[in-house]
């Protein structure tokens, strides 16, 4: 096979959420070597049974499809390498029309020849996880002696393949002292994109701890201040105040930015078909097994209602920066149980409000306030 030209992936600049997300994630399989502290998926060793078949997974392929010219897609875990027909299953979305990228676990599967075949079947971006700024950080939080060293092996290899490379770190109080020499690495191996991900406690990932709102704020200030000087471009995720913390900085003007929070551009589809407004908010809105993931996106409760700005509680339904944040609905159904409730992580309280905190009866634990949080421990 040819190797196709690669393009930057991602969803048209333009998008009508309420008719399509700007990136839909299917979890191949739960099946990992890993065993990373904040697992959303809880991994496991083998795959589990029900998962969808491949005809099941080109029919949901098929169906993605139809959200439009270039949706994106990303296949996550677990480990999607896990699937033998991971590869065959890249080159049928890209078939169909659909811009494919992968989430693979830093493991021995993601070997130089594992990642050629990606690329030739038509992979627009690869992403690998970095949560240490060395191997002895990083392979303690993913529960893997080696995982750096293969991770970052991959990541070159990616790079020989001519294939845009995407890192995502983890910020929590274990990982978030080794930020900057992280976003160096990010530099170093040519990334195009670092995504920055706020610990939302679900899965494996409740025995970590989070940073407070207060911290949170000072990275965000920081991230806002760094982010011009980096060769790569930033997003935040489960962080959506970001864009609120960036307005405030920058003195811009407030207006509606295309940003995407769990439902709301966003949709997840599991390992055995549920669709999830997010792989953090594991409130199903049906199967696509029964029916399409497109009528699901566009016509349940469930996903139209986190649509819907002004059905918010609490402060994030009295903040004037709701249309720009809407603050992460998947740590407030993980703090709460009500994915419409205030996010706990955004520090900010909106003018003249008065009503409850969502803080107020969590325990923040110690909190340092340097000149930039990250560099503290």
Not at 73 to 89: I, N, Q
Not at 160 to 177: F, K, Y
Request: aromatic residues 6%; glycine residues 8%; negative net charge.
């Amino acid at each position: 096979m040819s190797k196709p030209a690669h393009r930057s992936a991602g969803p048209p600049r333009r998008v009508d959420t309420d008719e399509r997300p700007f990136v839909l994630i299917w979890e191949l399989t739960q099946a990992c070597d890993l065993t990373c502290e904040h697992c959303r998926a809880d991994a496991q060793p083998d795959r589990h049974p029900d998962e969808l078949t491949t005809e099941e997974a080109k029919t949901l392929l098929d169906q993605t499809s139809e959200f439009g010219e270039n949706q994106l897609v990303v296949f996550s875990g677990g480990d999607p390498l896990k699937r033998d027909d991971a590869v065959e299953l890249v080159e049928y979305g890209t078939e169909v029309g659909l811009s494919v990228t992968m989430t693979p676990s830093g493991t021995a599967s993601l070997s130089p020849d594992a990642v050629a075949d990606l690329a030739d079947a038509g992979l627009r971006r690869m992403a690998v996880s970095i949560d240490g700024a060395n191997a002895a950080r990083h392979d303690a939080f993913r529960g893997e002696q080696g995982s750096f060293e293969e991770t970052v092996s991959a990541a070159q290899s990616a790079t020989n393949e001519g294939l845009p490379l995407q890192v995502n770190t983890t910020v929590c109080r274990q990982t978030i002292a080794d930020l900057p020499e992280i976003a160096d690495l990010v530099a170093d191996l040519g990334a195009v994109l670092w995504s920055v991900f706020f610990l939302v406690p679900v899965g494996r990932g409740t025995a970590l701890d989070p940073i407070s709102p207060d911290r949170a704020e000072r990275v965000m200030e920081w991230l806002v201040e760094e982010a011009d000087e980096w060769p790569f471009g930033l997003k935040t995720t489960e962080a959506p105040h970001y864009r609120r913390v960036s307005i405030q900085q920058t003195e811009a003007t407030p207006k509606r930015q295309m940003g995407i929070t769990a439902g709301d551009g966003f949709a997840f589809v599991s390992h055995v078909g549920e669709v999830y407004p997010s792989g953090f908010l594991p409130e199903s809105a049906g199967n696509v097994r029964e029916r399409s993931v497109v009528d699901i996106y566009r016509d349940s409760d469930l996903f139209q209602s986190l649509r819907d700005e002004d059905a918010l509680r609490g402060k994030c339904g009295a903040c004037p920066y709701r249309n720009v944040c809407g603050g992460s609905r998947s740590r407030a159904y993980a703090t709460t149980g009500d994915p419409l409730e205030s996010d706990p992580l955004c520090s900010f309280v909106p003018e003249g409000y008065d009503g409850p905190l969502p803080w107020d009866d969590a325990d923040p634990g110690p909190e340092t306030d340097p000149e930039h949080a990250v560099n503290s421990t």
